[in-house]
């Protein structure tokens, strides 16, 4: 039987930047946990929710913590992980990436200090890389990515329809100069490499577009996270990821979205995976078959 937990965050509000409001990521936090429960069969009492003013670094850190903790004394062998927020850059401070930028997620506490982000309230994806590097093989990881960490993509069309991008630039110029001409390497690369096995990750849109807050069938949503969960609702646990990734594509595509979202599960291409870490195929409507 397997032993779940869940962490779904999302940032309307930010304590020292008013003007960065975004309207969807707390509905996407009721998309996912109503999902979870609906489809997945967790209970209410597995799942933490943050929003707004608790969705802190802190707050965000400590709920990460004990669920790995968790799956590292065997209480639990599912974890998911949903985040809708802006996301950013900053400079890479690791020697051996010195010409790469980081990803970051900002959360509602994020702060500047001198001409760069405080990190001590922002999310690298180093520190969730470090986190979650320390899973057991047995531990199935899910995560959900509805953010971006670039404007580049931003089209025309996106600014005379009901959207804003999911994405906040360096917080100064020389802060955008330290990263101007480094390429991030996308989150995927940088949370599933160095021995993370077992762990599956969705991102709403590629490294070089911007994730949709969007206002959709009367009420604002992250545009992946919407369609997400209506096409996992309708899979009725038959397909694959693979499919399910094609079909959500499709729906960004016919309602006129840049974004192409992505799914990474290199190390969960075989059923035995799967079996090895009892995950029943019903539990999983979203099944390992990757994208081409």
Same mark, same amino acid.
């Given at each position: 039987m397997l032993h779940r937990t869940a962490l779904c965050v999302g940032i309307n509000q930010y304590q020292h930047f008013p003007s960065a409001t975004l309207n969807g990521c707390v509905n996407d936090v009721h998309n996912m946990t109503l999902l979870l429960k609906d489809l997945l069969g967790f209970e209410d009492s597995d799942i933490i929710r943050l929003t707004d003013q608790a969705a802190t670094k802190a707050n965000t850190m400590r709920e990460l913590r004990r669920m790995v903790e968790g799956a590292l004394t065997g209480r639990y062998d599912?974890?998911?992980? #949903? =985040?809708?927020?802006?996301?950013? *850059? %900053?400079?890479?401070?690791? =020697?051996?990436? @010195?010409? !790469?930028?980081?990803?970051? @997620?900002?959360?509602?506490?994020?702060? $500047?200090?001198?001409? *760069?982000?405080?990190?001590?309230?922002?999310? %690298?994806?180093?520190?969730?890389?470090?986190?979650f590097v320390k899973l057991p093989a047995t531990v199935l990881l899910e995560i959900f990515l509805d953010t971006c960490h670039s404007g580049a993509g931003l089209q025309?069309?996106?600014?005379?329809?009901?959207?804003?991008?999911?994405?906040?630039?360096?917080? #100064? /110029?020389?802060?955008?100069?330290?990263?101007?001409?480094?390429?991030? !390497?996308?989150?995927?690369?940088? /949370?599933?490499?160095?021995? =993370? #096995?077992?762990?599956? =990750?969705?991102?709403?849109?590629?490294? #070089?577009?911007?994730?949709?807050?969007?206002?959709? $069938?009367?009420?604002?949503?992250?545009?992946?996270t919407f369609h997400f969960c209506q096409e996992a609702r309708a899979s009725g646990n038959h397909l694959s990821r693979a499919k399910v990734l094609a079909k959500i594509r499709q729906d960004l595509t016919t309602a006129h979205f840049t974004q192409v979202p992505q799914l990474d599960c290199e190390a969960i291409t075989r059923y035995s995976v799967l079996k090895a870490v009892e995950v029943p195929p019903t539990l999983l409507p979203l099944s390992t078959a990757m994208p081409s």
């Open positions: 599912h974890l998911v992980f #949903s =985040l809708s927020c802006h996301g950013t *850059q %900053v400079p890479d401070l690791n =020697l051996d990436e @010195f010409d !790469r930028a980081d990803e970051a @997620f900002c959360p509602y506490d994020l702060a $500047q200090s001198g001409p *760069q982000w405080d990190r001590d309230h922002l999310i %690298v994806d180093d520190e969730l890389h470090d986190l025309a069309a996106d600014l005379l329809m009901d959207r804003r991008p999911r994405y906040l630039p360096p917080p #100064s /110029l020389e802060a955008f100069r330290d990263i101007e001409y480094r390429r991030a !390497r996308p989150a995927h690369q940088k /949370l599933l490499e160095k021995g =993370l #096995s077992h762990h599956i =990750l969705w991102t709403a849109c590629k490294e #070089s577009q911007t994730a949709a807050d969007a206002f959709l $069938q009367g009420a604002w949503h992250g545009a992946f």
